[in-house]
């Protein structure tokens, strides 16, 4: 078994009188792809600010990579700098190398294949593009572990299936630990290795994806899964595929 890379123990996160996250446990195992799913206000943004190194008023264990990147929902880039300029914002304390930082920046948008928008400005790129020139900007530290807060929540049904086939590609390739947070059952059991529930503040369910990939939502299990992961989530009618919890 992979030695993990990621171990929580004991975490807890109150804010005021409601407390979030409850003695909260988690492995993740060196290249492992983690989804988690959880209902609206359930703690999961919570607990990948946590993981990240963001919140300082979490109490418990939270063993971590060193190298580790996020990425959100919304792009979140610079308006007044160019793609390239935004993914290489990233490697602004790596030291003065500006050729050098040039250089891995090009190659993370050729990663994510964007090779011809180096020099577009935020406002010129579709919702897509920004997403994954974020993207970029995470890949291009190299992370160890990579944190993934909702990042195709905003996009169409076409582009979250395309930055789908990016995502696992270049977690491929890469070989790095992926927890990704979502609301969307289909997308966590197509791109993960094990989906969990957190509920209560806790992992309330813990399902790896037996399924090989590349996965659709016509594979034989995945139906039995989805109505498995809903049912946690407290949905009891499936009303289509395209449902998300």
Not at 22 to 27: A, H, P, S, T
Not at 194 to 200: C, D
């Amino acid at each position: 078994m992979s030695q993990s890379v990621v171990t929580i123990r004991g975490l807890r996160r109150n804010f005021g009188p409601q407390q979030v996250l409850d003695d909260f446990e988690l492995d993740i195992a060196d290249g492992e792809f983690v989804a988690m799913l959880g209902r609206s206000g359930s703690g999961k943004s919570t607990l990948l600010r946590a993981i990240a190194g963001l919140d300082e008023h979490v109490t418990g264990s939270v063993v971590a990579p060193r190298s580790r990147a996020v990425v959100f929902q919304s792009p979140r880039l610079l308006p007044w700098r160019r793609a390239l300029a935004n993914v290489t914002f990233a490697l602004a304390d790596d030291g003065p190398d500006s050729l050098g930082r040039d250089a891995r920046g090009r190659a993370a948008l050729a990663e994510v294949g964007l090779s011809d928008k180096a020099r577009a400005w935020p406002l010129m790129l579709s919702g897509g593009e920004a997403q994954r020139v974020s993207l970029a900007r995470a890949l291009v530290r190299e992370p160890d572990l990579l944190l993934l807060d909702e990042p195709f929540g905003a996009l169409d049904a076409l582009t979250r299936l395309k930055m789908y086939r990016l995502l696992h590609d270049l977690w491929s390739r890469r070989h790095m630990a992926v927890l990704h947070v979502t609301h969307d059952v289909d997308e966590a059991i197509l791109l993960a290795d094990r989906v969990v529930v957190l509920s209560g503040g806790r992992v309330s369910l813990d399902r790896p994806v037996n399924l090989p990939f590349p996965r659709s939502r016509g594979d034989d299990g995945f139906d039995d899964l989805r109505r498995t992961l809903l049912a946690e989530l407290g949905v009891q009618e499936e009303v289509g595929h395209d449902q998300s919890a």
